[in-house]
């Protein structure tokens, strides 16, 4: 679909109005590379679209940007790859999901900016990407309270360690994604073909700063999770250590008492059997035993 800009407003192609520039989205399937007429533009499609990865490439006439843009409220391995092609006088984005860059294009067409360009128009795309980020994040961190206060609470189940483990792995995603916008902007900013003019490079700056805090955010968030997660198995260490506590505690009472029962139990003729308070002795020796441990252990404060 085409757009243009008119009167430094991004508008819908109309043949019979003169535009400042023209706007277009392609759509093609993975795996395939978009055909064209224009054989120098070809030629450059062939190029460019041998690597998915995020990137940006200036050629003489044109720069190329590649994003792999992500909906970070959805941990998955699925993006969507965009190439956008730079001229003086056109920007083009291809894509296999045009409906999403379209949905952008309708966000920036419904807003009062004056004065969009070429240049304009990818920093506003791009700060589009952006918009609502930092309400996920407050509402991962958010999550990562509660799963602290249930750590400590006695509240957690067998799925505790998981969840924290699947919000990491989202986090670094994310964090890779704006890692990926950062070296973007750090190259564009360059500017070595002149196409970008000092506001919209002003802009760009401003934006580097916007993902920069976002990034900054996640990494904090990451190591949130980190220290929930060891403070949660600190806690199960804990709460482990007072059952061996416990249990070593009984088996020490209960030594001494198995000691005298294997004794007794020796099938050997022994000459207090035949003493008439033998047995009511025993008793009152295995009473001491236990009730002395018992004593000593709360003397030292062991349970």
């Not at 843009?69 to 984005?93: A, G, Q, R, W």
């Not at 409906?99 to 920093?123: A, S, W």
């Not at 600190?234 to 294997?262: C, F, H, R, W, Y």
Request: hydrophobic fraction near 40%.
């Amino acid at each position: 679909m085409k757009y243009c800009i008119i009167e430094g407003r991004l508008a819908e192609f109309d043949e019979n109005k003169n535009s400042e520039a023209v706007v277009e989205t392609v759509k093609y399937s993975k795996g395939e590379i978009p055909q064209i007429n224009d054989k120098e533009k070809q030629s450059l499609l062939n190029n460019i679209f041998t690597g998915t990865h995020s990137r940006f490439e200036s050629y003489n006439n044109c720069d190329v940007i590649c994003l792999n843009l992500i909906d970070i409220e959805k941990y998955t391995n699925e993006h969507i790859p965009v190439y956008v092609i730079l001229d003086k006088n056109k920007i083009s984005f291809y894509t296999t999901e045009p409906d999403y860059v379209e949905g952008m294009f309708r966000k920036i067409m419904h807003e009062p900016t004056q004065n969009i360009t070429t240049d304009c128009l990818l920093y506003h795309f791009m700060n589009k990407l952006i918009f609502g980020d930092l309400v996920h994040l407050e509402e991962i961190e958010r999550k990562l309270s509660a799963l602290e206060t249930n750590a400590f609470s006695g509240c957690t189940d067998k799925t505790f360690s998981k969840q924290i483990l699947n919000i990491k792995k989202h986090l670094m995603w994310i964090e890779l994604y704006y890692e990926q916008l950062l070296n973007l902007i750090a190259d564009i900013l360059h500017n070595e073909n002149g196409f970008l003019c000092e506001s919209t490079i002003k802009s760009f700056n401003m934006l580097d700063s916007k993902i920069d805090r976002l990034d900054a955010k996640t990494e904090h968030l990451l190591n949130y999770a980190s220290e929930i997660r060891s403070a949660y198995q600190a806690e199960v260490d804990l709460q482990l250590n007072k059952s061996m506590k416990v249990l070593t505690v009984i088996s020490v009472i209960i030594l001494p008492l198995t000691l005298i029962v294997g004794w007794f139990g020796m099938n050997l003729q022994m000459p207090e059997y035949t003493y008439a308070y033998s047995y009511p002795i025993l008793i009152v020796v295995c009473i001491a035993i236990v009730v002395g441990l018992i004593a000593f252990f709360k003397k030292n404060k062991w349970f």
